[in-house]
Structures are given as C-alpha cells and as structure tokens.
C-alpha cells in the first residue's frame, strides 16, 4: 500500500491531502500529522455568543480562482460580502478607503485626496514627471522606493494600514516584487512611473464581480470537509520530531525525543512526504536532510498578532462601514495613540450575520512591535475596547469576549524573499518524493496557498507514478 505522510494540517496540508486522495485514489494511505490539538492552521472558526465566527483567516480573494474552486469543488456556500465599504484613519481623521489604487499606490493624485494633505497630493501628482523609474533584476525595497517617488505621506497614511492587514508588517521592511509583482511587471514593461504602472493594473471599468468571499457557516468547515473527503488518518497533538531518508522512502519519528524512561522511538515510515508547516518548523525538519532549503527557511522573519473578538448586545449601532484601517502611529483628537492596527464590522460586513449578536474583531499587532500584544488576555480587551469606543463611539458591555493569539502567523515577504524562495524549490526539487508547500512560499492568502498545495499533491503523486 502506498503511503503519504502530510505535516500540518492546515489548509495547505489539507488541500494537499485531499488532492492526494483524487490523485492516488481509495488505496492509498495517507496520514496527516498536525502538532496542536486541533487541524486547520489559521483557518479556526469558533462560537462566540452562539455563533459560528472565524478567529483567524474571516476571508478569501476571490478574483484569484484556487480558493473559490476549492470551497465549490467541496460542495458549500460562497456569500461574499455586502456594500459596506471600509475606511481608514489616517493623518488624525477617518476617512473612506480611497479605490484606485493598487494596494495603495494610487493610479492618479485624485484618487488620494481625500486621504493626503495638500502637500501630499501633490506629491503623489509629482510622481509622473519624475526620472523614469528603471527596476534592478533582483527585488527592491518597497517602503524607501515609494517615499522616494510619493513622499512619506501617501506611505504612512495608506500603504502601510494596507500592507499591515495582510502581512502585519509596513513598506519599509517588504520588496515591491514579492508583495506588489504586478506593478514590477508593469514597470518591466514600460510605464515609466509607479503611477501609471498602477493604472495599468486596474480595470478600464469598474468590475461587478466580488473581490472577497467566504462560507456562511465559518472556513473551519472548509477544514472539516477537506479532512473528510481526503479520507486522511489525522493524527493531532503529535509533533514530527525528525524525517530522515530511509533508502527509497522515508522515516518520521514522532512525538518527543527518547529518554532514558522512554527509550523507543515512535516511527512511521511513508513513501513520499509533504511539508506543510511554518518556517520555523521546516527549518528544523530540513536541517540535516536538505541544509538549503532549511537555511533559506530560517532567514524568513515572522510577525505576530492578536484577533480580539467582540460579541455587543443585539441592537448596538455601528458605523456604516464594514471596517476601519489604523495607520501606524495614528492618534485619537486628544493625541492618544491606538493599540488596534484595525477592526472589522462583521455585522455590517457579511449579511449572514446580520441579526442576533452584533459581532466585531480587533486586529492587533505589527511587524517588530509586540506592544499590547504583552498584555494578557483582559488587558488587550480593554485595550481594544477603548479603542474601538475612541473610534465608533461604542461603549456597550459585550455579551462575550475571545482573544486569539497568532504567534510568529505571518511570513514577512522581504526583499529577499524571492530568492528565498527559489533556493528551497531548487532545493526540494533533487529530493524525489518530498514537496513542500505553505505560506511562506508564494503569498500568505488562502488562495496561494491551496496553490502551493496542489503543486505539492501533483510532485508527489507523479513521483509515486514513476
């Protein structure tokens, strides 16, 4: 019988493993591994107040096709949300979200106003008339590339709040190729600014089609379906300790390392092997087995965060947005700094929560500042309260409370990232029968990532072919 063991079970490991059934069929064995006690990763949808409520990942992009197939393909429901718009607030002031823009780099002055000074929209109209922008081979720093370009303004104000929601870190410590590669690409291809490189990216008329989605009744169920359908022996709260080439297959040892009270190693020995963990982890895996790619996984940085979910009593009015956005360093009217870099408005955001407890989530957390993220549990709720209270008005007593920490959650795509990256598939690529997947590799969104793990299925399943 052929036999596939899959380290991680998050949605990575478990695409993987579902991809592996269809590709292998009912025969073959495959166990997933996962070291917490409960599978999926950042996908993690709870009950707070009597409701299913995603904790981690509340969202996918749907105008990239890998997700929203998959969720189809699993047969559940896509909403996408309501006409809520998000706002942002930035230079002391709250704001719309200003569109036309590509991640924030705006396609043309106007389309920033309202959220620069005057100063700063004319930097941004300055932008065309500078040098032509030419682009090294290699990445390039994002944050100083746009302050040279725009100014600090359009960078401190927009872009980072942006970039913070995705990634958890700023411009300054990212690379314009691994974050933005459609606007190198249309720098590579002739616009001769940043500016018009961004109206390139945008569509000549307005889409009707959704950008995000979702499953009504959370993305944990995307979880369970995967696990079900992949007909995967999971094995939760048990580490991978070591993997080690054992002639043609491979050989897991599992579970802590032997002591003299417990000298006998728990080993289980697979054909193939798929790896589906956070940097840190591969690192250690691929340490003695591929030094490469376990160097080039231990230079990637990481971010933590901390989601503060609110349930407030039926009937609690929130703003007519679906979320705000909070710029590093923002301040409320009596110069006091926020702790949240944002909230959403799930209420408002999604109809499928609009009625029953009026439901709200604090993001909290930035790249290199752990902040309130030192506080414990009651403390940060209090933060996040007061902050929300300074920003909506909102004072009333939640009917419940859920702080969910993400340590070390989120890969920083830096300048170097690429690079990074090519060495561990260059790497990974003269060891038959292993493939590794996840999001350190080529996006942090839900979408890259079931890419990564179908890429790694299709490896696995035409080497096992072979």
Sequence with gaps: ??????????????????????????????????????????????????????????????????????????????????????????????????????????????????????????????????????????????????????????????????????????????????????????????????????????????????????????????????????????????????IERNGTSWRLRIGAAPTAHAPAENTIDADAVVLAVPAPSARRLLADLVPAASAAFGEVELASMAVVALALPPGTELPAASGILIGQGERDAAGVPYAAKAFTFSSRKWAHFGTGPVLVRGSVGRFGELGALKADDVELVRVVRDDLARLTGITAEPVETLVTRWGGGLPQYGTGHLERVERIEKAIAGIPGLAVAGATLHGVGLPACVATAEAAAQRVAAHLSA
């Design 1 to 242: 019988m052929t036999r596939v063991a899959v380290v991680g079970a998050g949605i990575s490991g478990l695409t993987a493993a579902y991809r592996l059934r269809q590709l292998l069929g009912a025969g073959a064995e495959i166990v997933v591994f996962e070291k917490t006690r409960t599978p999926g990763g950042k996908l993690r949808t709870t009950e707070l107040a009597g409701v299913p409520y995603d904790v981690g990942a509340e969202a996918f992009l749907a105008r990239r096709p890998e997700m929203l197939a998959l969720v189809r393909e699993l047969g559940l429901g896509v909403v996408h949300p309501t006409g809520a718009r998000a706002k942002i607030h930035a230079g002391g002031t709250v704001t719309g979200l200003p569109p036309g823009t590509v991640m924030g780099v705006p396609a043309s002055a106007e389309s920033v106003a309202g959220v620069l000074s005057e100063a700063g929209r004319r930097a941004v109209e300055a932008e065309v008339s500078l040098p032509e922008l030419r682009l090294p081979s290699g990445d390039v720093p994002l944050g100083p590339l746009l302050r040279e370009r725009f100014g600090d303004e359009l960078v401190d104000r927009l872009v980072d709040p942006l970039l913070g929601g995705v990634y958890a870190g700023g411009a300054d410590g990212l690379g314009l190729r691994a974050t933005m590669p459609g606007l190198a690409a249309a720098v590579a291809a002739g616009a001769g600014s940043l500016t018009a490189a961004a109206a390139s990216q945008l569509p000549a008329s307005p889409s009707s089609a959704p950008v995000f989605g979702t499953v009504p009744g959370g993305l944990g169920t995307v979880v369970d379906r995967l696990t079900e359908l992949s007909g995967a022996d999971l094995r939760t709260g048990l580490p991978v300790c070591d």
